[in-house]
């Protein structure tokens, strides 16, 4: 008698459509682009983490007894430029802008599938430049590049640095490129401009910024490398030159820069909220139109890095009153997602517990860079462990918080799998905890005068320095465990349903996980964004 073998096969979709190393490597498909993205940024999230951590073992003493001064100027150096221009900036719009901008518009990927791969392979490269840079030798000049330090007097791989920055500044170029096509021409029938949900709203602004504000830092960093090798004279006044054009010309990217890491988290943030909160965005208009200003005023505000570098004081006035500007439509973001949630049925869930801490850790970043808008308060502070912390409070408690908060909202579209719920909330916990400690004392030891980038320190800041390596080694750990069991449950993880949490939006339409082509048929849209008055059942606990 023959035995028949029946088997359950398991629904096609991106991740078993095809299998080999060729088929990811040479895929045109945005989701399994956006995975490669995620190998690639959680590697120099590792390498620039392992930087920090020994720049804050170096810190643990007064004296300088782990490294060399040179050394310890290396590690801060890399782990600025690798944190900056590596992980920060490709994030959020690389990782979850990829994966779900075209499916949350419906359409089937995004407008230019070969550039897209594209993208990754330019990020790769400069990736692996960056790497030769510091395995052979390093560089020096902070992360800012700031000339003649970096034209005349530093004998470290300068040149190849710039370069690896270079190269990846176009995969940014790029990407942005990409999906301000896809939002303008692929959209379903019936998703208007004013049904977009915030996330893609938030990376059509970084798109703008990206397109706009890149190429003047990829020619800024060219002129360096020309200065350096072929001593043209564009930054050194012995040839005509003015070290304070290479200031400006690298704000002009860089402080817009701090709004391609953050805009994209304001995204994700608004995503969760209204989904835990089970409410309509707040003034979702205006939450629309604060994210376009913010990328269109984070123009106009380069030189508040400049008020002690030697810029007129009537300059100085005009960047500091744009600064004050600037703040005006992140306060609207804080104050809706506050009345959003204002008599909701808020649900604790994990990626909610990551959206509170960043609507606290953001709304303290940005109030401490009131004080550095300030012209007197920067005198003061300009160079010290003030800056330091304000800008972590942005970046890590702001950007990266909201990335591991998109990572465990979405993580069920992306792996078809559940987290597991208990240990997802206590490395939300450990991380806020942590960073606290790590970055707090900093504001302390900025006010007092201790300047940042000094390899020892006088011994009565001790005390400060110890408790923020203490919470660096508790975020480490914090930072760790989403790896661990995301992994696990790429293996043992629950079966993740359609739409886990009851969200609105195209995303949750499809299965978990998505087809390589995301729909069947191309959706018509006859909703209204963020409809949870029509979705009366709560996120499904887990």
């Known amino acids: 008698m023959a035995t028949v073998a029946v088997q359950t096969a398991e629904p096609e979709n991106y991740l078993n459509t095809e299998y080999g190393i060729k088929s990811w490597l040479l895929t045109t498909d945005h989701k399994r682009i956006a995975l490669l993205y995620l190998l690639a940024i959680t590697f120099f999230f590792f390498i620039g983490g392992f930087f920090a951590l020994i720049i804050r073992l170096e810190l643990l003493t007064p004296a300088g007894d782990l490294v060399q001064a040179d050394t310890y100027n290396k590690m801060f150096t890399m782990h600025g430029q690798v944190m900056v221009f590596f992980f920060l900036i490709p994030a959020v719009p690389a990782v979850l802008g990829n994966f779900l901008m075209p499916i949350m518009i419906g359409a089937k990927d995004l407008a230019f599938p070969r550039i897209n791969l594209f993208s990754w392979y330019l990020l790769m490269a400069g990736g692996v430049l960056m790497m030769y840079t510091i395995l052979t030798g390093g560089v020096d000049t902070g992360w ?32 942005g490129l990409n999906f301000i096509v896809t939002v303008h021409r692929m959209r379903a029938p019936g998703m208007t401009w004013s049904r977009l949900p915030l996330f893609v709203w938030a990376n059509y602004a970084t798109s703008i910024i990206q397109v706009l504000g890149t190429p003047v830092l990829a020619i800024s960093l060219m002129l360096v490398a020309l200065d350096r090798l072929f001593h043209f004279g564009f930054f050194d006044p012995q040839r005509g030159g003015d070290p304070l054009l290479f200031q400006h010309l690298f704000w002009f990217y860089s402080h817009p820069a701090v709004y391609i890491m953050i805009l994209p988290g304001m995204g994700v943030v608004s995503e969760i909220v209204t989904c835990f909160a089970r409410k309509r965005v707040f003034g979702y208009k205006f939450m629309a139109l604060a994210l376009i200003a913010i990328a269109v005023l984070g123009f106009l505000v380069w030189a508040h890095h400049m008020f002690v570098a030697g810029i007129s004081l009537y300059a100085g006035l005009v960047f500091s009153l744009l600064s004050y500007f600037v703040a005006v439509p992140s306060a609207i973001k804080v104050f809706n997602w506050t009345a959003t949630m204002y008599k909701g049925s808020i649900s604790y869930a994990t990626p909610m517990l ?8 953001f709304t303290m970043g940005g109030l401490t860079g009131l004080f550095l808008a300030a012209l007197g308060i920067d005198v003061h502070v300009t160079d010290t462990y003030f800056v330091i912390a304000h800008f972590h409070y942005i970046m890590v408690g702001g950007m990266v918080m909201a990335y591991l908060g998109g990572m465990h909202f979405w993580w069920p579209k992306i792996s078809g799998r559940m987290y597991p719920e208990g240990w997802g909330k206590l490395a939300a916990m450990i991380i806020f905890v942590g960073f606290n400690l790590t970055f707090f004392p900093q504001f302390v030891l900025g006010y007092l005068g201790m300047p940042r980038r000094y390899w020892q320190y006088k011994p009565e800041f001790q005390v400060l320095n110890v408790l923020s390596t203490a919470g660096s080694t508790i975020l480490a750990v914090g930072y760790l465990l989403p790896m661990a069991y995301f992994l696990w449950s790429m293996r043992y993880g629950k079966p993740a349903p ?10 949750w339409t499809t299965p978990s996980p998505p087809p390589t082509f995301n729909f069947e048929e191309t959706p018509k849209v006859t909703w209204e964004a963020y409809n949870y008055d029509q979705i009366k059942e709560a996120p499904v606990e887990r």
């Open 144 to 175: 800012t590049f700031y000339t003649p330090l970096s034209t005349a007097f530093l004998n470290t791989h300068v040149v190849t640095a710039a370069l690896a920055i270079f190269i990846a500044g176009f995969s940014s170029i790029l990407t």
């Open 354 to 361: 990551y959206a509170f801490g960043f609507i606290g850790l």
């Open 498 to 507: 359609d739409n886990p949490w009851n969200a609105a939006g195209l995303e």
